[in-house]
């Protein structure tokens, strides 16, 4: 497969963004909204935005079962910011009726850097993304606190007063990152999961 079909979930946040960082990752970028968008894709992106809407949006378009279903078929998926909660096992500080798709072993802290104003730049090292350090966008950001035994841990804040907090995982199929590449201009991230997606 040279140019694998990744869907954007367009129910809320930044897709804009993702479906044009996408594009020039080399991926066949298309909006998800309805179960059969679903099925045309081979990879998914969660966006950034806000997990309890998203969450809630989820089951008002009848996405949840065919997601999960994806998901537990091996379905390559990449959550950035909300998309990482909505991957988690576990989250903490999020809302009692929020719901997503645990696709990751992990316990993230939802908004753990902060409120809006709190947000930040720092720089990044993800490991299997070549090129030196990452410059990362946190905007009310999760960090993650646990991860499984299966999880692998490819990324961590280098400097500041988050240094060494997790903000990048990824299980098999499955990637998160607490920050927002589609922000940076830089692709090296989208490039990473569309290759993903590729050999998948």
Not at 101 to 128: L, Y
């Amino acid at each position: 497969m040279s140019r694998p079909t990744i869907g954007v979930l367009a129910l809320q946040g930044d897709v804009r963004e993702h479906l044009a960082a996408l594009t020039g990752a080399g991926a066949d970028a298309r909006p998800v909204r309805r179960p059969g968008e679903l099925d045309a894709v081979d990879g998914l992106v969660i966006p950034g935005g806000e997990s309890t809407t998203i969450s809630k949006l989820v089951d008002i378009f009848e996405l949840r079962e065919p997601i999960d279903k994806r998901i537990a078929d091996g379905m390559p998926v990449y959550g950035s910011c909300a998309g990482m909660i909505m991957l988690a096992t576990e989250v903490l500080d999020g809302r009692a009726d929020q719901r997503g798709f645990a696709g990751i072993d992990m316990t993230v802290r939802r908004n753990a850097f902060g409120r809006q104003v709190d947000s930040f730049e720092a720089p990044v090292e993800i490991t299997g993304v070549p090129g030196g350090g990452f410059h990362a966008v946190f905007i009310r950001a999760p960090w993650v606190e646990r991860v499984g035994a299966g999880v692998e841990v490819i990324g961590t804040v280098t400097g500041g007063p988050a240094a060494e907090r997790i903000v990048a995982v990824r299980q098999g199929n499955l990637l998160a990152t607490s920050f927002h590449p589609e922000l940076t201009g830089d692709p090296r991230v989208h490039a990473y999961f569309v290759e993903l997606a590729r050999t998948a």
